[in-house]
């Protein structure tokens, strides 16, 4: 019994760990903005699929359905870029994914980075209304795959150049292109055929390495 009980404290103080690695990881410069989701700032959208409030911001789409929260406080052009995110539960994890929005101009014209329950990840690009794939999906060895697993996903933007990371491994390099004054930024999740509920975190903003 006294075994057993061990081993959970291990098991508890390893998940504790790995969570606050996942949060720690880049964004260390001058704080643009940053939302810890104690309780909602009014610049978030509100809607029945989406909750703040207790550390979390939860999004919760229907069934096969796709919602992203845009913040509209602010522009942001060079930026670090940081959040945690989670998702419960897992059917299919092929079939679903989430990300972060960025260089948002309109419906029309924004970029996104995505990361799906199998360790899968892209980059996404949507310009005058086409669709982009600059980095398709493929494995991302330092992604921790399933149901309830913190991944920290971040996106340091310099110029034109876009840099994202899983857990504080690079992913991809590539070449965009900032709009002019910046864009706005936001969360974006989907369900599978039954709802599944995403959970970001620690979000913050900063400038980037110089």
């Known amino acids: 019994m006294a075994s057993r009980l061990l081993m959970g404290v291990i098991v508890a103080a390893a998940t504790a760990l790995a969570a606050t690695a996942a949060s720690a990881a880049g964004c260390t410069g001058n704080v643009q903005f940053a939302d810890t989701f104690g309780q909602a700032d009014p610049a978030w959208p509100t809607a029945d699929s989406i909750s703040i ?20 406080g602010a522009f942001f052009g060079d930026a670090d870029i940081c959040v945690d995110v989670s998702v419960n539960p897992v059917s299919d994890p092929t079939a679903f994914s989430a990300g972060v929005v960025f260089w948002l101009v309109d419906s029309s014209n924004y970029f996104e980075v995505y990361i799906a329950p199998n360790g899968f990840a892209s980059i996404a690009r949507v310009q005058n209304g086409r669709a982009l794939t600059p980095v398709g999906w493929r494995k991302a060895a330092s992604l921790k795959p399933g149901a309830n697993v913190v991944n920290s996903i971040r996106v340091t933007l310099k110029g034109n150049s876009i840099s994202t990371y899983f857990n504080d491994q690079l992913f991809y390099t590539i070449q965009g292109a900032q709009p002019q004054g910046g864009g706005l930024i936001g969360l974006d999740a989907n369900s599978e055929k039954s709802p599944n509920t995403w959970s970001f975190s620690n979000l913050k903003i900063t400038d980037p390495p110089q």
């Open 53 to 72: 409030g207790g550390g979390k911001m939860q999004i919760k789409p229907d069934a096969g359905k796709d919602n992203w929260a845009i913040y509209q």
